[in-house]
């Protein structure tokens, strides 16, 4: 199992890396942490004429305050997301998420922005990045755009960025002060691909009753779920093992499309994205309590 | 068909510098062991999953594997090979072989560079945070009990040598 021949640069800045790209588009695939890339190259699945490494670009790993909340350089590391202060105090959604990221070895080299260029289903940020209703910053040499979180993830493994753009940053709004958040997942074995993962935003209003619900799965279909149903079920709602009944089931009603393979059938994901909604949304509220 | 496309890089393994010229696509674990002679790194899997291959780029656990040599130019590399000093074996290494923390010895390295990065961090881990540190790393042989155990032993030594004693790491 070793990688295909490639053509290999390793860019010192951004505005480098988009003239490779440009150049080499049709051929070329960018290297942040590897930690997906890689496999696939050794195993011959993927076969870049052309690798762009941008791990030399130092400006593209940063974690910066913005609109109450983050705004992440795509090659920020998740061991760093996992460990930063800020992230933790304004975010700890992303923190608690990262640390499902694999294992301490894979972290130290996976990066966020690889996480939601590479969009594997199973992974655990695009779900996240979904939930929390984040933008992508893109760049190609023809100029820059915005894309959010619901229109970037397009399927398995595919994303609204063109061939010749390169994520550059994460922006992720702030929450209420007032909001609790959770992500659990399930996998059999710690640091394996999640069965099934949830994340969850609850925000509860002066009288207990939830003011604003919001859940995101991963390994719950070809692309990162939000189930919308399941969402506008719960505002209104008082708190509480009904609710997180009825909405698991709204969740399993919304899911069409869930993987079936060795490790779950889709029957059995299914099930397990109920029991996991309804976890993620009593920890969320828990700790919702927990502010007022 | 891509031409050989190859690179001149510098590594600092173990604390010594070597100029190579490497074929951009060869993985680190691969220049470390046959172009450098290092093959206490082993590769199992090759893509990622059974952390045999783990070293530490700059002070960090990495797959070797998962890293292209080209990707460590100019960085500091760690091998199971630098872990002994002097011909005296590193006190994780010394309770590996107390505690049995190995039998056919294939994941070892990788399960000792993992542990060394985590006593880095903390030298005095529980039992839990052992687990979790280690949780990367497959074995086949021990049943892991043994392992986190050595791992405790080894708190407990490098604490005693220090003469501090560490907090949660009763065996």
Known sequence: MKPPRFRYFAPQSVEEALILLAEHTEEARVLA????LVPLMNMRLAHPGVLIDINNISELAYVHSWNGGLALGAMTRDAALERDTTVAARL???VEAARCVGHPAIRNRS???GSIAHADPAAELPAVMLTLNAEFEVRSRSGSRTIS???FFKGYLATDLKADELLTELRVPGLPVSAGSAFVEFSRREGDYALAGVASVIVLDEDGTIADARLGLC??????VRPQSAEALLRGQR??????AAAATAVITELNNPPSDIHGSADYRRHLAGI???RALAIATERAGRKR | MQDEDFVTIRLLVNGETHRLVVESRRLLADVLREDLGLTGTNLGCEHGVCGSCTVLLDGQSVRSCLMFAVQANGHEVMTVEGLARGGELHPLQQAFWEKQGLQCGFCTPGFLMTAYELLQHNPAPSKEEIRHALSGNICRCTGYQHIIEAVQSACQAIAEARGT???GTGA
């Open chain 1, 33 to 36: 942490g590897g930690q997906s």
């Open chain 1, 92 to 94: 700890p959604l992303l």
């Open chain 1, 111 to 113: 990066t966020v922005g």
């Open chain 1, 149 to 151: 979180a619901r229109d």
């Open chain 1, 219 to 224: 390994s719950a279909g070809p692309a990162p």
């Open chain 1, 239 to 244: 708190p509480g093992d009904e609710t997180w």
């Open chain 1, 276 to 278: 996991l909604t309804r």
């Open chain 2, 165 to 167: 004693v560490p907090s």
